[in-house]
Antibody
Framework: QMQLVESGGGVVRPGRSLRLSCAASGFTFSNYGMHWVRQAPGKGLEWLAVIGYDGSYKFYADSVKGRFIISRDNPKNTLYLQLNSLRTEDTALYYC????????????WGQGTLVTVSS | SFELTQPSSVSVSPGQTARITCSGDVVASKYARWFQQKPGQAPVLVIYKDTERPSGIPERFSGSRSGATVILTISGAQVEDEADYYCYSAADNNLRVFGGGTKVTVL
């Protein structure tokens, strides 16, 4: 069955970097766009970024544009999110999600990985 | 503006109907979808393209639209439907946005 497993979260100091990974299985990863979405503690969902099925298209929310980089490795069935210049307000649970029909709309989600930015 | 507005909370008695609205300029001309999120769990898609229900989602979940407002209806709400519900739509051709979320209480 379809599975998305995020990893790479942890505690990091402000200004540092972190790379999140999302391992996909149970579907043809290279056929679908992928998303990152985050949820700060006790808060709502925030869409962050999407990447096309072949990596040729990447779009970002204004809140992370220029700091976060989405990428993918199709042979490894893995999605990435590079988090740079981290701020305390980036503390959140980070989810990856599969795109439904390559129309920039997610359907299936992983369980998330927690990033805590603290001095 | 790229905002989707939802009520913060909705309460319903078991077996009654809950309606959750989502409004905003962005949803006036774009399809919306709805996600259900139970505590400690990842979101689950319950409605897409305003009215379509994914396989495995109970028929009591339905979606509709009235102009610039989309509506998620839970007909005959069950205790297990207690969750946060988020609408989602296109902010423009390439950007996406979630509504602020609605906590549904069934009691």
């Amino acid at each position: 069955q379809m599975q998305l497993v995020e990893s790479g979260g942890g505690v990091v100091r402000p200004g540092r970097s972190l790379r999140l990974s999302c391992a996909a299985s149970g579907f043809t990863f290279s056929n679908y766009g992928m998303h990152w979405v985050r949820q700060a503690p006790g808060k709502g969902l925030e869409w962050l970024a999407v990447i096309g099925y072949d990596g040729s298209y990447k779009f970002y929310a204004d809140s992370v544009k220029g700091r976060f980089i989405i990428s993918r490795d199709n042979p490894k069935n893995t999605l990435y999110l590079q988090l740079n210049s981290l701020r305390t307000e980036d503390t959140a649970l980070y989810y990856c999600a599969k795109d439904q029909d390559n129309d920039w709309n997610p359907d299936y989600w992983g369980q998330g990985t927690l990033v805590t930015v603290s001095s | 503006s790229f905002e989707l507005t939802q009520p913060s909370s909705v309460s319903v008695s078991p077996g009654q109907t809950a309606r959750i609205t989502c409004s905003g300029d962005v949803v006036a001309s774009k399809y919306a979808r709805w996600f259900q999120q139970k505590p400690g769990q990842a979101p689950v898609l319950v409605i897409y393209k305003d009215t379509e229900r994914p396989s495995g989602i109970p028929e009591r979940f339905s979606g509709s639209r009235s102009g610039a407002t989309v509506i998620l209806t839970i007909s005959g709400a069950q205790v297990e439907d207690e969750a946060d519900y988020y609408c989602y739509s296109a902010a423009d051709n390439n950007l996406r946005v979630f509504g602020g979320g609605t906590k549904v209480t069934v009691l």
